[in-house]
């Protein structure tokens, strides 16, 4: 069944139906909280396994940290993506910007060899910050700009601090803070908002 | 003179199920059906028009154990809409 429109309620018709495009795009700080945990836990249990431990494959609880984290992301990810009725521009731009991420992630992995894993975590920390700003631009969230603005410092003052450049679990301990700064306590922030907005 | 309106556009459903895809990336048949409050035979009537115009795209795929519909706006309809959006501010201010 058709049914003709005058213009008046034509453009009230336009507007009623682009208002329910909208989402409270809060709900992904749980990727921010497991992302963060994970470099964080992944960060310092490396710090403690060189100056405590003192164990040669200090690297080793990274793959088992970042695979558990990257399976519980995919899980929770598919869940939200299979309930998802509409996909929002904003949802378009974090995947391609995230997405962008990795493969700039997977890059300074595997040419850290050469450089050095001490300038591969700054440079990521860097990266990081980056995504965190643009990621609290799109959504319009000031706490997550200055998390990433705050790691995009940190990352370019450590390469002209020598007490940071000289000594690799120092350079965790670089990661460990940005990491806080710029995913954990945006993220929490994130989720008391998001809790608030729905009560 | 004031221009012709789109009379694919000039008619309640279709215009609901455009201005809902307009504003977002990507949009599957059930959040159309229950955003314009139509039914599931008028929405796909509806769709069809529209994508046989070229007004929108259409993809079907397998959801966990039933079909999912996704549209998406074309650029052809993207323009046809905006089009229209500026014909029907012609009609309502005809003086500008």
Same mark, same amino acid.
């Given at each position: 069944m058709e049914t003709s429109l005058d213009e008046r309620k034509s453009l009230e018709l336009i507007r009623n139906m682009i208002t329910?495009? $909208?989402?409270?795009? $809060? #709900?992904?700080s749980i990727f921010y909280l497991i992302w963060g945990w994970a470099v964080l836990l992944a960060g310092l249990s490396q710090y403690v396994l060189i100056?405590?431990? #003192?164990? #040669?494959?200090?690297?080793?609880?990274w793959p088992v940290i970042m695979t558990i984290a990257g399976i519980a992301s995919a899980v929770i990810g598919m869940r939200k993506g299979r309930s998802q009725k509409f996909v929002t521009f904003t949802d378009t731009a974090m995947k391609y910007l995230w997405g962008g991420f990795v493969i700039y992630l997977f890059t300074i992995l595997f040419i850290s060899p050469q450089i050095g894993w001490g300038p591969s975590y700054i440079l990521i920390v860097g990266m990081y910050g980056f995504g965190t700003f643009v990621s609290g631009g799109i959504l319009q969230f000031k706490p997550l700009i200055a998390g990433g603005v705050a790691s995009m410092v940190l990352a370019v003052l450590a390469i002209f601090l020598p007490i940071i450049t000289e000594s690799f679990s120092n350079v965790l301990l670089l990661l460990c803070i940005s990491i806080v700064i710029s995913y954990l306590i945006p993220g929490y922030m994130l989720r008391a908002k998001t809790n608030n907005d729905a009560a | 003179m004031l221009p012709e309106l789109d009379p694919l556009l000039h008619s309640e459903l279709r215009l609901k199920i455009i201005s809902i895809l307009m504003g977002v990336a990507s949009a599957d048949f059930t959040h159309i059906m229950e955003t314009s409050g139509a039914t599931r035979g008028n929405v796909s009537v509806q769709l069809k028009k529209l994508e046989d115009a070229g007004y929108i795209s259409i993809k079907k795929s397998f959801g966990k154990s039933y079909p999912v519909t996704t549209c998406k706006i074309t650029d052809v309809g993207r323009s046809a809409f905006e089009t229209y959006v500026e014909s029907i501010s012609k009609y309502l201010n005809p003086d500008k």
């Open positions: 329910n495009g $909208k989402r409270n795009f $809060k #709900e992904g100056n405590v431990v #003192e164990y #040669e494959n200090h690297w080793a609880t | -």
